[in-house]
T-cell receptor
Framework: GQQLNQSPQSMFIQEGEDVSMNCTSSSIFNTWLWYKQDPGEGPVLLIALYKAGELTSNGRLTAQFGITRKDSFLNISASIPSDVGIYFCAGQLRGIQGAQKLVFGQGTRLTINP | NAGVTQTPKFQVLKTGQSMTLQCAQDMNHEYMSWYRQDPGMGLRLIHYSVGAGITDQGEVPNGYNVSRSTTEDFPLRLLSAAPSQTSVYFC????FGGGNEKLFFGSGTQLSVL
């Protein structure tokens, strides 16, 4: 099946630092999504990317859809304690009746030292 | 709105036992899906549905059954639980319009099979 390689697997940073993580795949996706998961909760959508080359921001978060449609990155600027959690990338594929199926990366666990 | 509701929150089973994980959504979403989350593996799609009576397999369907008799409910059945099915299970739903979708996740069911 399709594989998404997300890196790094974990990050330990100081509050205020910038964060960068990325996902790559051997498959082409028509949409890239970035989610954040807090402990004991399900993932919550942060940013959705729909076009190759698209650069989208959501507050301190910026994500880009790679030109080849096989990769995406997420940057977080000036990290704060509430940014702690696990970040997942996901790529969308078509399933039955045109339904979109998501393939997830392995996740990046972000820890912030105050 | 309650959003996506999963029950139970926690469950312990013995090998060979059967059980059903419940998922309900009150947003009139056509698309519903089940994922399992394992350490270092991200989220993997088990089964999904695009409407009542229509289901399809995801990446890891073996050992799990689903049915969709109503728009609101999408139960996941384990007919004979195995230790390999120890995981955190997430149900997710979204609108299905043939375009790109944004999933709403439940808060998860933590299942241990002894």
């Amino acid at each position: 099946g399709q594989q998404l390689n997300q890196s790094p697997q974990s990050m330990f940073i100081q509050e205020g630092e910038d964060v960068s993580m990325n996902c790559t795949s051997s498959s082409i996706f028509n949409t890239w999504l970035w989610y954040k998961q807090d402990p004991g909760e399900g993932p919550v959508l942060l940013i959705a990317l729909y076009k190759a080359g698209e650069l989208t921001s959501n507050g301190r978060l910026t994500a880009q859809f790679g030109i080849t449609r096989k990769d995406s990155f997420l940057n977080i600027s000036a990290s704060i304690p509430s940014d702690v959690g696990i970040y997942f990338c996901a790529g969308q594929l078509r399933g039955i009746q045109g339904a979109q199926k998501l393939v997830f990366g392995q996740g990046t666990r972000l820890t912030i030292n105050p | 709105n309650a959003g996506v509701t999963q029950t139970p929150k926690f469950q312990v089973l013995k090998t060979g036992q059967s059980m059903t994980l419940q998922c309900a959504q009150d947003m009139n979403h056509e698309y519903m899906s089940w994922y399992r989350q394992d350490p270092g593996m991200g989220l993997r799609l088990i089964h999904y549905s695009v409407g009542a009576g229509i289901t399809d397999q995801g990446e890891v369907p073996n050992g799990y059954n689903v049915s969709r008799s109503t728009t609101e409910d999408f139960p996941l059945r384990l007919l004979s639980a195995a230790p390999s099915q120890t995981s955190v299970y997430f149900c997710a739903s979204s609108y299905f319009g043939g375009g790109n979708e944004k999933l709403f996740f439940g808060s998860g069911t933590q299942l241990s099979v002894l």
